[in-house]
């Protein structure tokens, strides 16, 4: 996109130009999907070899998220501002270096400290990935370019698992932070020397940091809570300050947006009861995957036996199945509408999960754990890509930006939490995850939880998802491109946050 008397984007997907961009933009991505899956399948060597609890296993997922999904929108809006090559720089470099100190770690606390730091790094290179693709693009060729994207990026994500089971098994699972930098360095030097600088020139008012505090101090205090109370017990002073203190940060949050000239999330956009309502069935179906990434591939490993090569790669059909079958389903939710896909999907899903839950001792891949895989890669075919849809299709086109980023940002919460209270919540109580005597028994209660959120996500769906989406006369302003990226996250728009105007700087395209 370009404002007015600007001259237009004018990279071609077929030329070398262009494919330098998308390099740098699949790689730089790519990082970021790995190391949110790569870390679960090294979690029961972390804990051997560190010494770690239960909760500090916790937190070496949870960092990373929170810090991620806190600051995401942020990120997109420092890029609108800054310069969206630069901030992608930054955050290549800050990603890079995080890895480098995660990979070092002595004591698990250093490893959740540089897992936090990575996720900053991850927040400041994400949005800037797509914002570049779309700035850069010829109209003609956006679509394609960020579809390609789309596709690589995710391969990358479902190759996280694959990749951790092999290093682990190789030499250790330091290799799995220390294999980023490499790569980081590649997509620092291909987008320093290819991609051109954009920004939004017409942002206005100040960065909304107040917004941006609150909504990091809330997530952390509620996961800070959930993840403490096996151990210290719900009368502790720690859990009841630390949940204390995650609701008070989401209320000020929430009455800093309404009150801000200028807020990072408008809270009009919720007037749509479609919107909501996806919202609210993004919650319950990530919350669910949430649970089943961070637990199916230890219980495999701990419970079953499972090499962690093997179990890194048992999800692997999941994503396959996504990559293959999402774009049919959208073109079938265009033409039936959202409701029935958004509907149907979670609840294959939920019977793929009770399947799941069975998992134990002695389980065959073939016999127990590859038919509920297919069958949970196929609900979340049918669901994703229509979900997507209705986040971004219930607002004006205006909005689009703004709604994917909230909608990604509410997919990466629901995750957090999930990691944080599901231990809890199944009863492993001050259990380690990393013994089979505990872990059993709370991995197929979690599984059986996890069905029932995806249930709660398609009776939200059926009751609030409309059948169809209203149709809105065409808008002056140009509208972003939409795209889904698999098990990765929701879609992220690189506009969240403020307008959606770019332009090229210093006369490059």
């Known amino acids: 996109m370009t404002t007015s008397g600007a001259a237009p984007p004018a990279l071609r997907y077929k030329e070398a130009a262009g494919r330098w961009v998308l390099l740098a933009t699949v790689l730089g991505s790519g990082l970021t999907f790995i190391d949110a899956t790569v870390v679960n399948i090294a979690l029961p ?63 698990v606390e250093v490893l959740v400290a540089a897992r936090l730091l990575q996720g900053v790094g ?10 570049i693709l779309e700035a850069s693009f010829h109209p003609d060729d956006r679509a394609r370019a960020i579809g390609a994207w789309s596709g690589l990026a995710g391969v990358a994500g479902a190759f996280g698992p694959f990749l951790g089971g092999w290093l ?18 590649v997509v620092w030097v291909v987008a320093a020397r290819h991609v051109p600088e954009t920004r939004d020139p017409t942002v206005q008012g100040k960065l909304d940091v107040a917004g941006a505090v609150l909504g990091a101090l809330g997530l952390a205090g509620l996961t800070y809570g959930f993840t403490a109370w096996p151990d210290q017990g719900p009368g502790s002073a ?19 947006e309404r009150r801000s000239a200028h807020p990072m999330l408008p809270l009009s956009i919720f007037g749509s009861r479609a ?31 499972f090499p962690p090569l093997e179990a890194g790669i048992a999800l692997l059909p999941v994503t396959v199945l996504m990559l293959l079958l999402s774009a049919r389903a959208g073109a079938l939710s265009q033409r039936i509408g959202p409701r029935i896909p958004m509907t149907v999907g979670p609840l294959v899903c939920a019977g793929a999960l009770v399947l799941l839950s069975r998992i134990g001792p002695d389980a065959s891949y073939l016999g127990d ?18 979900l997507t849809a209705t986040a971004l299709g219930s607002v004006a086109d205006r909005h689009a930006g703004i709604a994917s980023g909230v909608n990604n940002a509410v997919a990466r919460a629901a995750g957090l939490l999930a990691v944080a209270v599901l231990p809890l919540a199944a009863g492993l109580g001050t259990g380690s995850l990393t013994d089979p005597v505990a872990l059993e028994p709370a991995y197929h209660a979690a599984m059986l939880i996890c ?3 995806l249930v709660v996500g398609a009776l939200i769906a059926v009751i609030w998802v409309p059948s169809r989406l209203a149709k809105r006369p065409p808008e002056p302003e140009a509208s972003p491109v939409r795209v889904h990226c698999a098990v990765a996250g929701t879609p992220l728009h690189p506009n969240a946050g403020s307008g959606s105007a770019t332009a090229p700087e210093n006369g490059r395209s």
């Open 275 to 305: 919107f909501t309502a996806t919202n609210l069935v993004t919650f319950a179906v990530y919350a669910a995957l949430g649970g089943v990434f961070f637990l199916v591939v230890l219980n495999l490993q701990v419970v079953s036996g």
């Open 45 to 107: 060597d972390i804990g051997r070899s560190l010494g770690a609890s239960t909760a500090a296993l916790q937190w070496t997922v949870n960092g990373y998220t929170l810090s991620l999904a806190a600051l995401i929108l942020l990120g997109g809006s420092l890029g609108d501002r800054f310069g969206r090559r630069r901030l992608f720089l930054v955050g290549v470099t800050w990603f890079a270096l995080a890895s480098l100190l995660c990979a070092v770690s002595p004591t």
């Open 122 to 131: 991850g927040a400041l290179l994400t949005p800037g990935a797509l914002a």
């Open 451 to 453: 069905a029932g959120l």
């Open 369 to 386: 754990v590859l038919p509920p895989v297919i069958l949970l890669g196929l609900g979340l075919s049918t669901t994703v890509a229509p």
């Open 238 to 256: 720690v859990v009841l300050g630390s949940l204390g203190l995650g609701v008070a940060g989401m209320v000020g949050f929430v009455l800093t």
């Open 168 to 185: 682990v098994e190789l030499a250790s699972w330091r290799l799995i932070f220390l294999i980023n930098v490499p790569v980081a360095l």
